[in-house]
């Protein structure tokens, strides 16, 4: 049984965010898969590359959720 609901939902953003981390350096290594493979010329490079902005984008609204409804504190 947890202590405090925040540390739940604390400890949920944390595994949030490192999945979104995972997926985005995935996406990038892709594209630069795509990029050596088809000699920069391939529309899965830069749908590769599109995702990768749209994970970031979206994890940074995430994080700004997050600090505004108090699921992330300044605090340790």
Do not use: C, Q, W
């Not at 088809?38 to 959720?65: I, K, Y």
């Amino acid at each position: 049984m947890a202590l405090h609901p925040r540390l739940d939902y604390t400890s949920a953003m944390k595994y949030i965010v490192i999945l979104f981390l995972v997926f985005i350096i995935y996406s990038l290594g892709s594209a630069a898969y795509f990029m050596l493979r088809d000699n920069g010329s391939s529309e899965r490079m830069v749908r590769a590359l599109t995702v990768r902005v749209a994970l970031s984008v979206t994890l940074f609204l995430l994080l700004m959720a997050g600090i505004h409804f108090g699921f992330i504190t300044g605090k340790l």
